[in-house]
């Protein structure tokens, strides 16, 4: 693995899981194959999870780690070529990147979209001028249009406990309902986006995704899931709900339809197959989820959560061996 970007950087989910829960079991099975390695975490955006979980990661697997907080204490980056300087941004991208990778070893950046304009969102003009010119190995920690680390996180966590639990489905395959919630704020398509092109290609589950219309996603990411705008129709028999809220991907970044009987309630999930109840993270309490929801023996977010050190640590450790 040169790169994870998304899920095309990875050739089999399936032996990637295995060694993240390998991990779990023994996290410093691994502690010196990043000695004498430094990795940069860069946020242009804010993080707690993505942040912690990733230092950890790399600690266990003996790396040297940097965060450096660009959005707060580096120079404005530029990232359009032949970009005239002349407003706000300081420095290129083209001279900065290169810079990074003579001091470190991988780099793991995150950056949002900006919800104005689709088409330079979803050019993700900012990570692959990263790859571009910083010369090693480049990490996602959430781009504009894909959460990679925090797909794999989910897969491993379903994983985790179909074996754990022995859940018994009511159906042939394990079904995954991915629902669109309210939220007070437009937010990125990114989770939703990568979640459904990490099951779609994992493959051992019928999913199936439900939100109001106007809430389309992208169909290079939705392709071979099932969409049913009836929430309580696609709630039917699921085995595992994963609750997320995204702004309107056509008409580009608003909020439509708002409508609180979205949230996911008690009521809601006596629908499914006694489902377990995922959302990545940070979530907005009795908008997106209720409180009986969350705080119940049906909610997995802190599991979830607890495992994005895995995910990261299997992603950093493909790359250390496959690269120095
Ligand atoms: N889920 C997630 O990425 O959380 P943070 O934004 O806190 O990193």
């Known amino acids: 693995m040169r790169n994870f970007i998304s899920v095309n950087d990875v050739t089999d989910i399936n032996v990637l899981v295995k060694k993240a829960l390998m991990y779990k079991a023994n996290p410093f099975a691994d502690k010196i194959l990043g000695i004498n390695k430094r990795v940069g975490l860069l946020f ?3 993080s707690m999870r993505t942040r912690l979980s990733t230092q950890i990661a790399a600690q266990n697997l003996g790396m ?13 980056l530029e ?3 032949e970009a005239i300087m002349s407003g706000n941004t300081v420095e290129h991208v083209k001279d900065a990147a290169p810079i990074m990778g003579k001091y470190f070893d991988i780099l793991c950046i995150r950056t949002f979209p900006s919800l104005k304009n689709k088409e330079d969102d979803y050019s993700e003009l900012y990570i692959k001028q990263f790859i571009k010119y910083s010369g090693i190995p480049v990490v996602s ?6 959460h990679p680390l925090q797909s794999l996180t989910d897969i491993i966590t379903i994983n985790e ?5 022995k859940v018994k ?23 939703a986006n990568s979640f459904a092109e990490w099951v779609n290609k994992w493959g051992n589950a019928d999913f199936v995704i439900t939100h ?10 939705t392709k ?24 309107t991907y056509k008409d580009y970044g608003k909020i439509y339809c708002n409508d609180p009987e979205w949230m996911l309630t008690d009521e809601k999930l006596k629908l499914t197959n006694n489902a377990k109840v995922m959302h990545c993270l940070p979530v907005r309490r009795n908008v997106e989820l209720s409180d009986e929801v969350l705080d119940s023996k049906n909610s997995i977010v802190t599991q979830e959560a607890g495992n994005r050190v895995w995910a990261a640590q299997a992603v950093l450790s493909e790359i250390l061996k496959s690269n120095y």
Do not use: M
């Open 64 to 76: 040297d780690v940097i965060v450096f907080n660009v959005d707060k204490d580096g120079w404005a």
């Open 212 to 221: 109001p219309e106007d809430y389309d996603l992208d169909e290079r990411f």
């Open 161 to 165: 406990i179909v074996e754990n639990e």
């Open 141 to 146: 920690l959430e781009s504009a249009t894909l």
């Open 169 to 191: 489905s009511k159906k042939e395959k394990l079904k995954i309902v991915l629902t669109w919630a309210p939220h007070v704020k437009p937010l990125p398509q990114c989770v």
């Open 44 to 46: 242009l955006n804010p």
């Open 224 to 247: 071979g899931a099932t969409i049913i705008n009836d929430q309580d129709e696609a709630l039917k028999d699921a085995d595992f709900v994963y609750v997320k809220n995204w702004s």
């Open 79 to 81: 990232f359009e070529e």
